[in-house]
């Protein structure tokens, strides 16, 4: 769905209206004007009208009246055999014979008597002038639409900007605001009240957001630590039991068979504990390290391991790649990746690691794909093996994020790959 | 020798008391800061095992006291935080070691014999055991003084196996000792028999006799 920016919107709403103003009142105001006029020009032919009565009537003689209408264009003096009882006033056109052109003109005809004789007389007024006011008045309402128009966008591009530039400032820190990293966020105070109230309410929620996550991220620290003295007691009672002399080995089967379960327990739980300390940004302290010499190092820990799984390891590391983070998170990281790559494996499969400019890629045989949308999330890789505690991508995410690095995941032709770039 | 164990968890101070009664260890337990640093006032141990989070103070501290007294025990602190500042702090105020919890019987033990090595013999480093030597410093074996090569790894379960005699060491253990922290991510330990079956087969080459038992499913034991 498309969005629009809020003052274009407003802007939007402003030139609508406008326009819809003008459309609604133009007519409107025309038809008022040329009622306006047209009462003023009939007022003007009664004008005429009378002071042709008061003052030329009772002096006029028939034998004036071919005078009278030769210097007169717009008064007339015509015989007329009816009798109007009232005046009658109407449009009508004209040739003009200079421009040979129709013209307008409202026209009042009386009925007067001459010398005991009926004449009609009748006065006309050009309506051109009329029209060329409108046209003025048009342009005039034109010019002062678009005038407003200006002023509203300039309003709106300056003046809204500026009274708008507090919630653009509350927006980018909100946009900022990571609740993981656990940093509270602050807004000034603003002198315009809404923004205020957004600011409180914003500050209030992520406070209470960020005061949720730091509870339950103790809650699992805590959880965790409580579970480490219990566990070491139990992996200790059974150790002891194992020295026992007169075990059968129906027991030994037995006590090997709670060894397992016991030791994923102590996984999961050291996984935890581990995942809160990177999130409690400890492992703060950073060196430059040799990329090469890490996987080096953490593959060598691991060869019994992969030998025993009957895995061959294949790797392409490009030499003195550096970079600079904390070893043990290092360490950790490729230590899980290539864990991964194990335990997602099949029966004398294969692992590739290369590493070429600062892009680590892990990759491995296998049967079907990891699925992508919980890849990283906890305890969510579904597989069958039952062995590994849920946690190991999660960390390698965590890890990931620390250190803003990017991690992929993809699987083609019965091949895991996960890609990593520093 | 004696070894006192500063530990709140009397569970779990027993139990480790109950192993290294078996390595002919003599094991006092200390529940509280104020009865350990009476104890570490007055009597003189081999080794003290040091949980940092008692009841009454920090396990620090008595670190602290004891290297102000300037006492000659071998320290190995055991934490359940296991968190690396602990440790560097730990180490730097004079700890000869550091386990986190939970740990594994066989493992404390074999890092007791290698302390208390190193205190006792005044460094000296060679071990002699049954019809072995090893000079750790050389890093060489000899069997009636006959050198046979080991692999870093099997020179390293040789250690571990003689730190924990007659004891049953589970197979989780030994990996944990090889590979470090990471073992107990591996879904399985398979790979401990075959370094273990390497070392008894170079031993029995040289005519040592045979004291590593495979006890069914469980693991291994050393007999001596």
């Known amino acids: ?422 | 020798m004696k070894i006192l164990i500063i530990e709140d968890e009397m569970e779990l101070a027993q139990d480790v008391a109950k192993y290294l009664a078996g390595q002919n260890y003599v094991c006092e337990i200390a529940k509280t800061f104020i009865q350990a640093s009476e104890k570490i006032g007055i009597y003189q141990y081999d080794c003290i095992l040091l949980d940092l989070m008692l009841p009454d103070g920090s396990g620090l501290a008595l670190l602290e006291l004891l290297k102000k007294e300037n006492k000659q025990d071998g320290v190995i602190i055991i934490s359940a935080k296991n968190s690396l500042e602990d440790k560097v702090k730990g180490l730097e105020i004079g700890a000869d070691d550091y386990l986190a919890k939970p740990f594994h019987l066989s493992e404390l033990s074999a890092r007791i014999l290698s302390i208390i090595r190193r205190k006792q013999f005044n460094s000296s480093n060679i071990i002699q055991q049954n019809e072995i030597t090893i000079d750790l410093l050389g890093k060489t074996v000899k069997v009636n003084e006959i050198e046979i090569s080991l692999t870093k790894k099997e020179l390293d379960l040789l250690l571990f196996f003689i730190g924990n005699k007659n004891r049953v060491i589970s197979k989780s253990a030994l990996a944990e000792h090889l590979s470090g922290d990471i073992a107990d991510m591996f879904d399985n330990h398979d790979f401990v028999y075959a370094h273990v079956k390497n070392l008894k087969k170079k031993l029995t080459e040289a005519n040592y006799g045979n004291y590593i038992k495979t006890i069914y499913g469980t693991g291994y034991k050393w007999e001596a």
């Open chain 1, 1 to 422: 769905m498309g969005s629009v920016k809020l003052l274009d919107k407003t802007f939007g709403v402003y030139l609508f209206s406008s326009i819809a103003v003008l459309v609604v009142a133009a007519p409107i105001f025309y038809f008022t004007m040329k009622q306006l006029y047209m009462e003023d020009a009939d007022e003007t032919l009664d004008l005429y009208k009378k002071e042709f009565k008061y003052y030329d009537l009772p002096v006029l003689k028939q034998s004036d009246i071919e005078s009278y209408n030769r210097f007169n264009r717009d008064m007339r003096i015509e015989p007329f055999n009816g009798y109007v009882v009232s005046d009658t006033i109407y449009y009508k056109n004209y040739l003009d014979t200079l421009s040979n052109e129709n013209e307008p003109y409202r026209v009042l005809q009386s009925s007067i008597v001459i010398e005991n004789k009926p004449y009609l007389f009748t006065a006309r007024i050009s309506l051109v002038e009329n029209e060329d006011l409108m046209k003025s008045i048009a342009f005039v309402f034109v010019v002062l639409i678009a005038l407003l128009l200006i002023i509203l966008l300039v309003i709106t591009r300056l003046y809204s900007k500026r009274i708008w530039q507090p919630f653009q400032n509350t927006l980018a820190k909100i946009k900022t605001f990571d609740l993981s990293q656990g940093n509270k966020i602050s807004f000034e105070k603003v002198n315009i009240k809404e923004f205020n109230e957004l600011n409180l309410s914003l500050q209030k929620l992520t406070d209470q957001n960020l005061s949720v996550y730091s509870q339950q991220k103790a809650f699992i620290e805590n959880a965790s630590h409580e579970l480490q003295t219990p566990l070491a007691v139990l992996k200790i009672k059974l150790n002891l039991l194992l020295q026992n002399k007169n075990i059968t080995s129906e027991q030994a089967a037995l006590l090997s068979a709670i060894d397992l379960p016991l030791a994923r327990m102590t996984r999961i739980n050291k996984n935890l504990l581990l995942l809160a300390k990177i999130e409690n940004k400890q492992f703060a302290e950073a060196e430059n390290l040799n990329l090469n010499e890490v996987i080096n190092e953490t593959l060598e820990l691991l060869t019994d391991y992969i030998a025993s799984k009957k895995i061959t390891v294949d790797k392409n590391l490009s030499e003195n790649i550096y970079i600079s983070c904390n070893k043990t998170l290092l360490e950790i990281l490729i230590n899980n990746l290539l864990i991964n790559a194990n335990v997602h494996n099949i029966e004398q499969g294969n692992i590739q690691i290369s590493l070429t400019g600062k892009t680590l890629v892990v990759s491995n045989t296998g049967k079907t794909a990891l699925d992508k949308e919980k890849l990283f999330k906890r305890f969510t890789v579904s597989s069958s093996q039952t062995v590994n505690s849920g946690l190991g991508l999660a960390i390698v995410k965590e890890i990931c994020n620390r250190y803003q690095w990017k991690i992929e995941y993809n699987f083609e032709n019965e091949i895991h790959t996960f890609k990593v770039t520093f």
